[in-house]
T-cell receptor, first 111, second 112 residues
């Protein structure tokens, strides 16, 4: 079993839809949870960062962490064609310099 | 202009050649990392360094070498011992807590 599982998609939605992206993990020591957005042939860009459980909102993006279920989510409201990218979840225990990345979900938002 | 720079953007290697990928940062971050990204496989850690003159192997270090002579620089050499080097290579940095990493734009290496 992989430490982090992420559905690779692709996920195709119409413009304006609410998008839900998810990851599950197995290591209960993870404390820091990140979402990265990666456009084709570019480096990943940090989108959201959450420590421990709870929700964090930034504009159209909301990150949720449920440590009891070992499940994290990223919601994108009013999705735009410019949101079309690969979204990577990532998590770490902190202080150990080892971050585990999901394989990424490819998202297409159609105009 | 702060950030992480990687060069070159595209690199072509012949069989049996060593090539070196550059990574420079001006974020004053202590830790630097090299990842390899292949389609459908996510990011795999090659090497990382927490301080100058010290580095550790990641999950797939075989066929690669690094150096960390300056805080700002962490070059990666892909040696001829790496049998399948065609991939997208990403450099990242983080502060001492090591919790959040920031990535450079990447180098695409192709073996001819």
């Amino acid at each position: 079993q992989k430490e982090v599982e992420q559905d690779p998609g692709p996920l195709s939605v119409p413009e304006g839809a609410i998008v839900s992206l998810n990851c599950t993990y197995s290591n209960s020591a993870f404390q820091y949870f990140m979402w990265y957005r990666q456009y084709s042939r570019k480096g990943p860009e940090l989108l959201m960062y959450t420590y421990s459980s709870g929700n964090k909102e930034d504009g159209r993006f909301t990150a949720q962490v449920d440590k009891s279920s070992k499940y994290i989510s990223l919601f994108i409201r009013d999705s735009q064609p410019s949101d079309s990218a690969t979204y990577l979840c990532a998590m770490s225990g902190g202080g150990g310099f080892k971050t585990i990345f999901g394989a990424g979900t490819r998202l297409f938002v159609k105009a | 202009d702060g950030g992480i720079t990687q060069s070159p953007k595209y690199l072509f290697r012949k069989e049996g050649q060593n090539v070196t990928l550059s990574c420079e940062q001006n974020l004053n971050h202590d830790a630097m990392y090299w990842y390899r990204q292949d389609p459908g496989q996510g990011l795999r850690l090659i090497y990382y360094s927490q301080i100058v003159n010290d580095f550790q192997k990641g999950d797939i270090a075989e066929g690669y070498s690094v150096s960390r002579e300056k805080k700002e620089s962490f070059p990666l050499t892909v040696t001829s011992a790496q049998k399948n080097p065609t991939a997208f290579y990403l450099c990242a940095t983080s502060g001492l807590a090591g919790d959040t990493q920031y990535f450079g734009p990447g180098t695409r290496l192709t073996v001819l």
